[in-house]
């Protein structure tokens, strides 16, 4: 039976540079962290969208020759394009620079006690990008087998560009957000109190986080809390920030851009694949926030979480640099 470690070695690492916070502190810390990340994520995303705009030729034409009413239309159609949906995912950058900023030198942390170890970070990057798919496969098969997802074949709107860069943008935004709240919230109270408070306590914060998503509701929030507590545990069992990150990113990847559903709410129309959703069965398949927001995808990650639970307890030592 797997047994969360007393102290496991992120977290004393963390300690032995910095007495952890009261979390009620802790939690306070960590909202200004993220408020300041938002901010420069913003600036560039704003800096992004001001060149789309400049470089779209169409958009520039149909605004010369429409009404305020009409270029504020353009612009709305434009913030769902793909350019735009990529700045955003690219901006993510800015995130993982503040954080780790923040807790390399306010914390006085290692960029090994976030995750950052040398020690087979490729194969643990490639081991955490066949967790993802494996799990999301598993998820779109129980959708088909319950009729609540078809297939519809190779998606007439491909772009072999756009699916590889949006590929790196989903490695950015995985990545961004495991060392928000995995590499950085859950070591954070981890220093002070027991790992299962951490584990809890950042998959909370997570899930919250896609409070105001399109599309949510109970169940969907209660699936991204499940999934945040398998990136935890999974953060942990590996020992290192790669994995999670590569579980992360391809979890969100292989939803939008290869069998084109909702991420959370977000749709994306460049997909190797299209698959249509009954509307009738979103109990099954999600509706509009996508599948995370269906009973298809708590079953696999009920699965997936007590298969963690029940692997051998991982080595209490951190992987060398």
């Known amino acids: 039976m797997f047994r969360l470690p007393d102290f496991p070695p992120h977290m004393r690492q963390a300690a032995a540079s910095q007495k952890g916070q009261n979390w009620f502190v802790e939690l306070l ?19 992004g969208l001001v060149i789309t705009v400049i470089m779209d030729r169409d958009f520039m034409l149909q605004a010369s020759e429409s009404s305020f009413q009409q270029i504020e239309l353009l612009l709305y159609r434009l913030l ?25 030198v306010l914390q006085k942390r290692t960029a090994s006690s976030m995750g950052f170890v040398r020690k087979n970070a490729g194969r643990s990057y490639l081991a955490g990008a066949g967790v993802g798919l494996l799990l999301f496969g598993a998820v779109t098969l129980l959708n088909v087998l319950t009729g609540s997802l078809t297939i519809d074949g190779i998606s007439p709107d491909f772009s072999l560009l756009l699916f590889l860069l949006f590929a790196i943008g989903f490695g950015i935004q995985g990545m961004a957000e495991e060392v928000l709240c995995r590499g950085y919230l859950m070591v954070s109270v ?3 109190y027991p790992v299962a408070a951490a584990i809890f306590i950042n998959s ?7 409070i105001f998503n399109p599309g949510v509701s109970v169940l969907a929030i209660i699936n991204i809390l499940l999934i ?5 545990l999974y953060f942990l069992r590996t020992g290192n920030i790669w994995g999670v990150g590569a579980f992360h990113s391809v979890w969100n990847f292989v939803q939008g ?4 559903m909702e991420v959370s ?14 509307p009738s069965k979103s109990f099954w398949n999600g509706g509009a926030f996508g599948p995370e927001g269906g009973f298809s995808v708590t079953i696999i990650l009920a699965a997936a979480l007590v298969f963690l639970l029940v692997l051998k307890k991982p080595d209490d030592s951190l992987q060398r640099q």
């Open 29 to 47: 810390i960590f909202f200004l962290v993220y408020l300041v990340s938002s901010m420069a994520m913003s600036f560039l995303m704003t800096a």
């Open 80 to 104: 769902d394009s793909d350019p735009v949906l990529l700045v955003m995912l690219f901006s993510n950058a800015a995130m993982i620079f503040i954080v780790m900023l923040f807790c390399i």
């Open 190 to 192: 981890g220093r002070r």
């Open 204 to 210: 909370l914060v997570f899930s919250l986080l896609h």
């Open 228 to 232: 945040g507590m398998i990136f935890s």
């Open 257 to 260: 851009n290869v069998f084109g």
């Open 265 to 278: 709410g977000m749709n994306f129309s460049c997909s190797l694949l299209s698959s249509s959703a009954d």
